[in-house]
Structure formats: C-alpha cells, structure tokens
C-alpha cells in the first residue's frame, strides 16, 4: 500500500526518528549505499542529483547496508563522515538498514514488494540498487547497482 510507505518509521544517521512524511517531496530517490565499495564513486553522482533536482521537488536518500561483501562496516558517526569528507554528501543520510533477509527493514520490504528486479526475484543483489518513488510513495522505477546516477535524469524530470 502506497500510503504507508511515507509513515513507515525510519532513522536518520543521527538516530533520530523520522519517515519520509517529514521529507515532502514530487520524487524520492532511495538507494542502498556502502563505503567501500566499486559503485561507491556513485555518491558523487547521487549528490550532483540533489543539488540540481532538490528545490524541483526531489529528495535522494541514502540507507547504508552492509549486507553485501562487508562494504559498510563504519558506524554511522564513520559513514557520514566519510560522504561528507569524500564526496561532499549533504542530502539525507539514514541508520544502517538490512536490505534483504529476516531482519529486512520494513521500507525495503515495501520496495521490493512494489517493484520486484529481473526475473520477479525481490532481493536487492547489490549496493546502490535505486528506487525512484513518486510524491505519493508509489514506486515507478527499480535500477541496478551499475546504472549511473545521471542515467536516471529523464525518469527524475518526468516526475517534477
């Protein structure tokens, strides 16, 4: 249910609680991130997203994951550090989250259930696999690890 993908309790990387109700937006850009890993330089890509796209009405979120090959095994405190310092990330950071498995957070769960990868499979294969999101919630669009940010531009303009 669309709805309740905006109410679904989340936290930021500085453990506050929140849900993306509290980031209002025409278009959410969810991805699953690591620090130390070959689709990392992404980040850069994601930030240059937000700065063009932010005050049109989209929000970029980033939820690390450390579910694939130990990529993201910084504390949050780390993490965020390490975008900022790395890649000047200023759009919004969340708590570390499992993207796939018994401790699934309810959000990605959501996601896959809306829009299921190649083959009808749910589970994310990798890092920086992206969920383009409408204002509503409503999942438009599932991307792989290996599609660049600025591949997703004509998705994003379609929606603002």
Same mark, same amino acid.
């Given at each position: 249910?669309t *709805?309740?993908i905006l109410?679904?309790?989340? *936290?930021?990387?500085?453990f506050?609680?929140?849900t993306?109700a509290?980031?209002?937006?025409?278009?959410?850009?969810i991805?699953n991130?690591?620090s130390?890993?070959?689709?990392t330089?992404?980040?850069?890509?994601?930030e240059?997203?937000?700065?063009?796209?932010? *005050?049109?009405?989209l929000?970029?979120?980033?939820?690390?994951?450390?579910?694939?090959?130990g990529? *993201?095994?910084?504390t949050e405190e780390?993490?965020?550090?390490?975008?900022?310092l790395n890649?000047?990330?200023?759009?919004?950071?969340?708590?570390?989250?499992?993207?796939?498995?018994?401790n699934?957070?309810?959000?990605f769960?959501?996601l896959?259930?809306?829009a299921?990868?190649i083959?009808?499979?749910?589970a994310? %294969?990798?890092?920086f696999t %992206?969920f383009l999101l409408?204002?509503?919630?409503?999942?438009?669009?599932?991307y792989?690890?290996?599609?660049k940010?600025?591949?997703?531009i004509?998705d994003?303009e379609?929606?603002l």
């Amino acid at each position: 249910m669309t *709805e309740s993908i905006l109410t679904i309790p989340l *936290e930021t990387i500085n453990f506050k609680p929140t849900t993306l109700a509290e980031f209002p937006a025409r278009a959410y850009l969810i991805v699953n991130t690591a620090s130390k890993c070959g689709f990392t330089p992404q980040y850069a890509g994601l930030e240059n997203l937000w700065k063009s796209y932010r *005050e049109r009405g989209l929000y970029v979120l980033g939820f690390p994951c450390d579910q694939f090959g130990g990529q *993201e095994p910084g504390t949050e405190e780390e993490i965020g550090q390490f975008c900022e310092l790395n890649f000047g990330v200023t759009f919004p950071l969340f708590a570390k989250v499992d993207v796939n498995g018994k401790n699934t957070h309810s959000l990605f769960a959501q996601l896959k259930k809306d829009a299921p990868g190649i083959l009808g499979t749910e589970a994310i %294969k990798w890092n920086f696999t %992206k969920f383009l999101l409408d204002g509503a919630g409503k999942v438009i669009k599932r991307y792989a690890s290996a599609t660049k940010p600025e591949d997703l531009i004509a998705d994003i303009e379609a929606l603002l």
